[in-house]
């Protein structure tokens, strides 16, 4: 049938059956996984009738690119069928939204993961890919500021985590987005929830640094301070212990007690001198 069409094509280019012809010259080679002809025929076939074969040759052009891993080409065709397909690009298969989406996260390009995760996420059935992406996707959100999306990602994400070191590490970051949203009470059962979840080690410290976060939010700034007080004192670690000696010093600062604030910043410029906050 290929070698058919190939002949009509040479011999009539200009008929009216040369978009069909070209599109079952590219349908085979893409199932035989000759991606680079399957491109240049597919291609022809949506240019020459687009209304009949533009979805068709669509969706096969961009398993092309993605399987020959051409991700700026595969970029400005899912850019294009997303703005075309009028649905959010959900008719997208949801592996490439997925490859897009974390390719771009592992570049800090955050407005473009936010961008073909959020479409992934919308996919009902998205097939053999992983939960995981809702991670990624919450994290990119809360970075931009969308803090509703972040929570939706979090949350979805915690419906199905089963791995409780995993779980813990999404409730941090819900958490977080909480205590952005200004939401205290909401974080104060998060936090509760992780340090159930984790009894010790680091993650237990995090959460304790939120229920800190969460007295600074409800402006007891006395209590955050002894809550800060208490992580530095139970945990030694230099990914934990300066960041509450830093913020229980600015939280006994805004209670007005400052020889003790004086005292933890002291504290903390002799056993972390290379502290830079934050």
């Known amino acids: 049938m290929v070698e058919t069409f190939r002949q009509l094509l040479k011999e009539y280019p200009k008929s009216s059956v040369a978009a069909q012809a070209q599109y079952y010259i590219g349908k085979p080679a893409f199932e035989a996984k000759d991606y680079k002809t399957a491109l240049a025929a597919l291609n022809a076939a949506r240019q020459l009738n687009k209304e009949q074969y533009y979805n068709l040759a669509s969706l096969r052009i961009i398993l092309c690119q993605f399987y020959l891993k051409d991700r700026a080409a595969l970029t400005k065709e899912v850019n294009n069928f997303m703005a075309e397909s009028r649905n959010g690009g959900i008719n997208v298969p949801p592996e490439v939204l997925e490859w897009l989406g974390i390719e771009y996260y592992n ?34 959100a809360t ?42 009470d909401e974080a104060q059962k998060i936090a509760e929830e992780i340090m159930a979840l984790q009894p010790e080690g680091r993650v237990n410290a995090e959460a304790r640094l939120l229920a800190g976060e969460v007295q600074l939010e409800r402006r007891n700034f006395d209590d955050a301070g002894k809550a800060f007080k208490g992580v530095a ?11 509450a000696l830093d913020k229980a010093a600015l939280s006994f600062r805004q209670a007005g007690k400052t020889d003790e604030a004086d005292r933890l910043s002291r504290e903390l410029r002799e056993r972390y001198p290379n502290y830079a906050g934050g």
Do not use: C, M, W
Not at 112 to 140: C, H, Q, W
Not at 145 to 162: C, G, M, V
């Open 107 to 140: 570049e800090k390009n955050f407005q473009a993961t936010e961008k073909y995760l959020s479409a992934l996420r919308k996919i009902d059935n998205p097939g053999n890919v992983k939960p995981d992406f809702l991670f990624y996707l919450g994290d990119a």
């Open 143 to 184: 970075r931009l500021k969308s803090l509703p999306e972040a929570e939706d990602a979090f949350a979805k994400y915690l419906q199905t985590a089963k791995d409780p070191a995993g779980k813990a590490k999404v409730l941090l970051a819900l958490g977080a987005v909480k205590i952005n949203a200004h939401k205290p």
């Open 233 to 243: 004192l139970l945990y030694d670690d230099p990914a934990i212990t300066p960041r």
